[in-house]
């Protein structure tokens, strides 16, 4: 059951034996799943586990800064995080998360914080991370996928991947296309997570884009309006199903040490 305590925290009740991705046994307890930072703030209700939210991106956006802030506020709520990094070393990584506050370290010992090193096999290396596939091929990653997708529903742990638009320098549009609606959505769903998966815009043909926009649960965009002066990021939530929504453009403002607020 799903309720909602006075600070906007829901409240979930679960017996777990093995977490997904890795994260620490935990026998019995009550998860905390905080709101969903940048996001929930235009939203009139909570956003439904198992929820698949899709982000489409300029490249010159904040987006990137936007996925930290995120996966801070989540964690410092008392969530979990996978995050999913294309694009940058998992260190450099660490260093902007520690950047907002976080005991990085600690975070990863105790299985809340996982980072999932894919930039390193996009370079064409062997990773040094716990949880890094070889290859982004899909025959390669499809069967590091199956190793790891498995596990008891997990409503406190929240999905980022940063840039999946990757996949397609290795794989033509159907296959990565399809793993992503056949593999990775179904499992978000049955484990009730939250996920947030981003691709650049401007990047890939009509048909990827609307066949992704359709099996999300939501759409949320972030631009940089060059027309301003000066230049504005913003942010939008384009579509959510069930769920009401100020779907008007907002300012993003980026703080000294790169979080990232809605200015309303």
Same mark, same amino acid.
């Given at each position: 059951?799903?309720?909602?305590?006075?600070?906007?925290?829901?409240? %979930?009740? %679960?017996?777990?034996?093995?977490?997904?991705?890795?994260?620490?046994?935990?026998?019995?307890?009550?998860?905390?799943?905080?709101?969903?930072?940048?996001?929930?703030?235009?939203?009139?209700? #909570?956003?439904?586990?198992?929820?698949?939210?899709?982000?489409?991106?300029? =490249? =010159?956006?904040?987006?990137?800064? =936007?996925?930290?802030?995120?996966?801070?506020?989540?964690?410092?709520?008392?969530?979990?995080?996978? %995050?999913?990094?294309?694009?940058?070393? #998992?260190?450099?990584?660490?260093?902007?998360?520690?950047?907002?506050?976080?005991?990085?370290?600690?975070?990863?010992?105790?299985?809340?914080?996982?980072?999932?090193?894919?930039?390193?096999?996009?370079?064409?290396?062997?990773?040094?991370?716990?949880?890094? #596939?070889?290859?982004?091929?899909?025959?390669?990653?499809?069967?590091?996928?199956?190793?790891?997708?498995?596990? #008891?529903?997990?409503?406190?742990?929240?999905?980022?991947?940063?840039?999946?638009?990757?996949?397609?320098?290795?794989?033509?549009?159907?296959?990565?296309?399809?793993l992503l609606l056949t593999r990775f959505y179904p499992f978000i769903k049955l484990g009730k997570m939250t996920?947030?998966?981003?691709?650049?815009?401007?990047?890939?043909?009509?048909?990827? %884009?609307?066949k992704l926009e359709a099996e999300a649960d939501g759409i949320i965009d972030f631009k940089l309006d060059e027309?301003?002066?000066?230049?504005?990021?913003?942010?939008?939530?384009?579509?959510?199903?069930?769920?009401?929504?100020?779907?008007?453009?907002?300012?993003l403002k980026i703080n000294e040490n790169f979080e990232v607020t809605v200015e309303k």
């Amino acid at each position: 059951m799903r309720t909602t305590s006075g600070d906007g925290a829901h409240q %979930y009740t %679960y017996t777990h034996r093995k977490p997904q991705f890795g994260l620490h046994a935990i026998a019995f307890c009550v998860y905390a799943v905080p709101r969903l930072p940048l996001v929930e703030g235009l939203t009139k209700s #909570p956003i439904p586990a198992g929820s698949v939210l899709l982000v489409e991106f300029d =490249a =010159a956006s904040a987006w990137f800064n =936007a996925s930290l802030t995120i996966a801070a506020g989540w964690l410092n709520d008392g969530g979990a995080v996978t %995050y999913n990094d294309w694009t940058q070393s #998992p260190d450099e990584l660490r260093g902007k998360l520690s950047r907002l506050g976080l005991q990085v370290d600690s975070l990863e010992k105790v299985g809340r914080l996982l980072i999932w090193d894919a930039h390193t096999a996009a370079l064409g290396q062997k990773s040094k991370e716990r949880m890094a #596939p070889d290859s982004l091929r899909i025959a390669d990653l499809s069967l590091f996928i199956k190793d790891v997708m498995r596990g #008891p529903p997990d409503p406190s742990l929240l999905h980022i991947s940063d840039n999946a638009s990757t996949l397609a320098r290795f794989n033509d549009d159907k296959s990565w296309t399809e793993l992503l609606l056949t593999r990775f959505y179904p499992f978000i769903k049955l484990g009730k997570m939250t996920s947030l998966s981003a691709f650049a815009r401007g990047l890939h043909s009509e048909w990827v %884009y609307r066949k992704l926009e359709a099996e999300a649960d939501g759409i949320i965009d972030f631009k940089l309006d060059e027309a301003a002066d000066p230049p504005m990021n913003l942010i939008r939530i384009r579509s959510l199903r069930d769920v009401g929504f100020d779907g008007r453009w907002h300012p993003l403002k980026i703080n000294e040490n790169f979080e990232v607020t809605v200015e309303k």
